[in-house]
């Protein structure tokens, strides 16, 4: 790990002021990925902000009848929260399906929302990898993919985004709130928040340098079942290889979110609108542009299965 001078940040000011005069700095909160990124050297910050100082640990309801989650929640609190378990279902479920116990109770709302890829490729550094150095080329694309992207890639990277928390919030139209280290704030719908690879793949969201965010916040609760399923190698918390989220309504109607196919949470609103037709119709929308290789073209049929099995389930 390289050397790096820290601070602990006590106020949104002071956060952003210090933002504002490190470049390069990093926010850090739980660390549950950022320091395994920093041992590893693929990640070199040479200043680090504490941010576990500042008053964003709480879940307060909202005036439009939402919840505001603030950005440093744990997602333990966040997934044994009565008001997220009662009216925000597939949340909870989606929490509980994505770590152990032990980083539950670090991880923050914001730190997963910012978790990055799990590529093998980018994890190595002795093998070329455009989200990790710019221009230095993408292994994965003549190397072994199956973990990976199907849809929404480049020519220049087929990662694919690890959160299970975020494909939940996703379905549920969460908005990110931010500060700028200016002080002025903006609020960035959840799928206007990540990035396509394009030709940039190491931009991975729509925060500028040294913004922070601050919560992220819920719309009123939508009925109807809510389901989270998570199709892994093993069943002790491994990432997806394919997962949905899904509210689904009496008249079969509803919304749905695909994790580990994309670099994002993957949903579309035609394929929203496809729902009373089956999981065939709803998945010939999602992946009209897929572009699997020979390793994950599996993930294709995996998808419209496990979609198959929630409609059932909601059903049911």
Not at 6 to 30: D, K, N, V, W
Not at 54 to 83: C, K, W, Y
Not at 153 to 174: E, G, K, N
Request: aromatic share 6%; net charge neutral.
């Amino acid at each position: 790990m390289k050397s790096f001078t820290y601070e602990r940040a006590t106020t949104l000011s002071q956060a952003a002021a210090s933002a504002a005069q490190h470049a390069g700095a990093r926010f850090i909160a739980g660390g549950t990925n950022l320091l395994d990124l920093m041992k590893l050297e693929i990640e070199t910050p040479g200043h680090l902000i504490d941010v576990n100082g500042l008053p964003l640990d709480q879940i307060e309801s909202t005036p439009e009848g939402g919840l505001r989650i603030g950005a440093l929640v744990r997602n333990t609190d966040l997934a044994a929260d009565l008001r997220v378990r009662r009216d925000y279902a597939v949340l909870t479920r989606a929490l509980l399906a994505g770590a152990s116990g032990q980083l539950r109770n670090q991880a923050t709302t914001a730190g997963n929302l910012l978790q990055r890829t799990r590529c093998p490729y980018f994890y190595d550094p002795n093998q070329p990898c455009n989200k990790r150095e710019p221009g230095s080329g993408c292994s994965a694309l003549d190397g072994y993919s199956r973990q990976l992207a199907v849809v929404g890639a480049s020519s220049h990277c087929i990662a694919t985004h690890p959160s299970d928390m975020a494909v939940a919030m996703r379905v549920l139209d969460a908005v990110v709130e931010t500060v700028r280290p200016d002080g002025t704030r903006r609020s960035i719908p959840l799928d206007a928040f990540y990035r396509a690879p394009g030709n940039t793949p190491h931009i991975e969201t729509d925060l500028a340098p040294g913004e922070l965010i601050v919560a992220v916040t819920l719309p009123p609760p939508v009925g109807g079942a809510h389901i989270y399923r998570k199709v892994r190698d093993r069943a002790s918390y491994a990432f997806a290889l394919v997962s949905v989220a899904a509210i689904i309504h009496s008249d079969g109607s509803g919304r749905v979110a695909l994790g580990g196919v994309a670099h994002q949470p993957w949903r579309t609103p035609d394929a929203d609108a496809e729902l009373p037709h089956g999981a065939k119709a709803v998945c010939q929308r999602l992946f009209a542009d897929a572009q699997p290789t020979d390793d994950n073209q599996f993930k294709l049929t995996l998808a419209e299965r496990t979609l198959a099995s929630v409609l059932a389930e909601a059903r049911e």
